[in-house]
Structure formats: structure tokens, C-alpha cells
């Protein structure tokens, strides 16, 4: 059994979910009071910044990389990796109504729908990552480190480490 790539990924679930923690006070604080000034401004674009950055490298290192090496495993179209490629679609599109409410926010809306929508999708972000984060290091993560060879997880994890690389000057960006 071997675990490189697997304790890779379990450490950015924990610094995802610092960055929900800070989502989850912000809309506890705009359940108090729905305004949006100067400070929950910076507060959520700081926020929306870091969750989009850890979430895009996360599901690309999944997708990209951990998930096509486990098809040798499991099913591709059924099971933990179907359901957990959907979920990647849902919280990308869930982010991005976040954003978007966020953004409206920002902009000075203080309409009643504005303020629903972006609690809405706030709670909603948190749920959704939060429940996908539980399904992996519960379920897939452990069953998924009785698989790898030590080789297959030192491969998976150069591969995954690669993708929060900086790229070379003259690179190519991704």
C-alpha cells in the first residue's frame, strides 16, 4: 500500500476547508446584517480567489490524473468515480453562481433576491464540497490506496504536483 499522492490531496481537502470556514462566517455574518461594504468586498473576493484556485488544481489533479488511473480498478461511467466526476461538474457550476452573486454584491445590489441568491449559493458550495470531501477521504481514498503500487504513487504524485507548479517563462500556460 502506498499513500504519497493520496496524503497529497487529503492535505489540500484540509486547506479547502479552512477557506470554507471563512465563506461559512462571512455568510453568517451577512445573515445578521446583509451588508456589503468596503470589508465583506475584500473578504469574499479573497475568498473567491483562493477557493477557485484550490478547487480548480483539486479537481484537475482528480480528473486529470488520479481518477484515469483508477479506470484500471473501477468503472469509469458507475460507482465512486461517476459520481464524483458529477459532482466536479456541480461544484463548478455552483462556484460559478457564487461568484456571479458575489460579484452582484459587490457592485452595490442590495436587492432581496441578490442577498437570497448569494446565501443560497454560498450554503450551497459549502455543502457540496463538504459532502464530496467526506466521500473521499471516507470512501475512495482508502479503498484507492490498497491499489497503487509505491511506483504508481510516486508518478501520480510528481504528476499532481506539476499542476501547482509555476510555469517556466516561455511556457506554454495550461
Known amino acids: 500500500m502506498s499513500d504519497l499522492c493520496l496524503r497529497h490531496l487529503l492535505r489540500e ?18 445573515a445578521k446584517e446583509p451588508r456589503w461594504g468596503e470589508a465583506e468586498r475584500e473578504d469574499f473576493k479573497w475568498i473567491s480567489e483562493i477557493l477557485g484556485n484550490h478547487l480548480n488544481h483539486h479537481v484537475r489533479k482528480e480528473d486529470e490524473i488520479l481518477f ?11 460507482g465512486p468515480l461517476a459520481v464524483l466526476r458529477g459532482e466536479h461538474t456541480d461544484l463548478r457550476d455552483i462556484f460559478g453562481r457564487l461568484v456571479r452573486a458575489g460579484e452582484a454584491r459587490a457592485k452595490g445590489n442590495d436587492q432581496p433576491e441578490a442577498i437570497e441568491g448569494f446565501k443560497r449559493h454560498g450554503g450551497a458550495i459549502l455543502q457540496i464540497v463538504r459532502d464530496h470531501i467526506y466521500k473521499e477521504d471516507r470512501v475512495l481514498f482508502p479503498m484507492v490506496a490498497r491499489f497503487l503500487s509505491p511506483e504508481q504513487d510516486a508518478h501520480l504524485l ?3 504536483e506539476a499542476i501547482n507548479a509555476p510555469k517556466a517563462a516561455g511556457s506554454p500556460a495550461s
Open 13 to 30: 481537502h484540509r486547506e479547502i476547508e479552512k477557506v470554507l470556514a471563512e465563506l461559512e462566517s462571512l455568510l453568517e455574518e451577512q
Open 158 to 160: 510528481e504528476q499532481m
Open 68 to 78: 484515469p488511473a483508477l479506470e484500471a480498478f473501477l468503472p469509469r461511467d458507475l
